[in-house]
């Protein structure tokens, strides 16, 4: 990736539209300070103060939050949440975001709001250290009602957007926006429509999906083609190539430390190196940085091993972010090309 390539593509950005579809989450961060501990009196167990509270769109919520950073111009998330206080905190983040058109995200009272809420220990001169966790999810199938809206949502959009984002953040399938049933629209849409780049993710694998793009991590790719986990990344090559010749789309494969590889269905792959790291890392939304920044690469006309270089430079930027699902800039993405090793080589 060179800077010049880099401008070309992302002086595009600002004219793209781009759909998201799927789970967003409210991703809701309790600041601890550990000076103000305490010992409770009713039940002698530790008492952690909460001195701050911040929240912002998780999951799909991730991705668009790195869309945003990238410059879109225009975003439409499509999903919903709850009609709850979470939900209310989630809507209010979305549409405070420059671009982002929430037209098709709606509340119902068919669902909770999906909600990560994280406690981090914030001791000064240390990274945060996140307690556990406590999620809140949805454990029943998605009404019917609830999916044929979104589906609608889908077909408006399709033929609308220059690109098409399905992240699958749910443990348990058909609970979340991306069901069986709206995998079937996903497919007849892509029988009748014009192609544009339709890019899945799902943390549940791709097993079932339509032929769009897929993007996925070494033990996803594994499971899906029984392929070892430990390949080596020419294995990982010929197998990604193996998958976008039958489904006659690209495949991206995240490799963590060993970067990232791209397929494209002309027999085509790509390796891109991981940047080296300077510091202190957090690998949470590193992979969601990838999934945005490839779509949109990809939407601006980007070539296969574009998409993966400037992909590769927004997860580096990422993973350096700590206590927080991170985005990346256009303009940071420009700084780090400057100081990175990888310039000499391009």
């Known amino acids: ?9 992302s002086g595009r950005y600002p004219s793209l539209r781009i759909a998201v579809v799927g789970d967003f989450c409210l991703d809701r961060y309790l600041e601890i300070d550990p000076a103000r501990a305490e010992v409770s009196i009713e039940t002698g167990l530790p008492v952690y103060n909460v001195v701050r509270v911040r929240s912002q769109p998780g999951a ?9 950073a990238l410059g879109v111009g225009k975003i439409y998330p499509v999903g919903f949440c709850g009609e709850d206080g979470e939900g209310y905190e989630l809507v209010r983040a979305l549409r405070s975001l420059p671009g982002v058109d929430p037209a098709h995200f709606f509340q119902t009272s068919a669902r909770r709001t999906f909600t990560y809420c994280k406690p981090l220990v914030l001791t000064p001169g240390e990274p945060p250290r996140e307690l556990n966790r406590l999620d809140s999810k949805n454990w029943t199938p998605t009404p019917p009602e609830v999916t044929g809206r979104l589906a609608d949502s889908l077909e408006k959009l399709r033929t609308a957007v220059d690109a098409v984002i399905l992240l699958d953040q749910v443990d348990l399938a058909d609970t979340g926006v991306v069901t069986g049933s709206l995998l079937k629209a996903v497919d007849a849409l892509e029988r009748k429509s014009l192609p544009i780049p339709v890019l899945a993710d799902s943390r549940r694998g791709l097993r079932g999906y339509p032929p769009v793009i897929f993007k996925m991590n070494a033990a996803e790719l594994a499971a899906l083609t029984g392929m070892p986990a430990q390949s080596s990344i020419d294995e990982v090559r010929k197998t990604a190539v193996q998958m976008a010749e039958k489904n006659r789309r690209a495949v991206f494969v995240t490799l963590a430390e060993r970067g990232l590889v791209g397929a494209g269905p002309d027999g085509r792959t790509e390796h891109v190196p991981a940047l080296p790291l300077r510091g202190a890392i957090d690998v949470v939304g590193a992979g969601d940085s990838v999934t945005a920044n490839l779509a949109t690469a990809l939407a601006a006309g980007a070539e296969l091993g574009e998409a993966l270089g400037i992909a590769a430079l927004a997860s580096s930027i990422v993973v350096h972010q700590l206590g927080t699902s991170g985005s990346a800039s256009v303009a940071q993405m420009e700084a780090l090309l400057a100081d990175s090793p990888q310039k000499a080589r391009d």
């Open 1 to 9: 990736m060179t800077p010049k390539a880099l401008q070309t593509i």
């Open 60 to 68: 799909a919520g991730t991705i668009l939050n790195n869309l945003v």
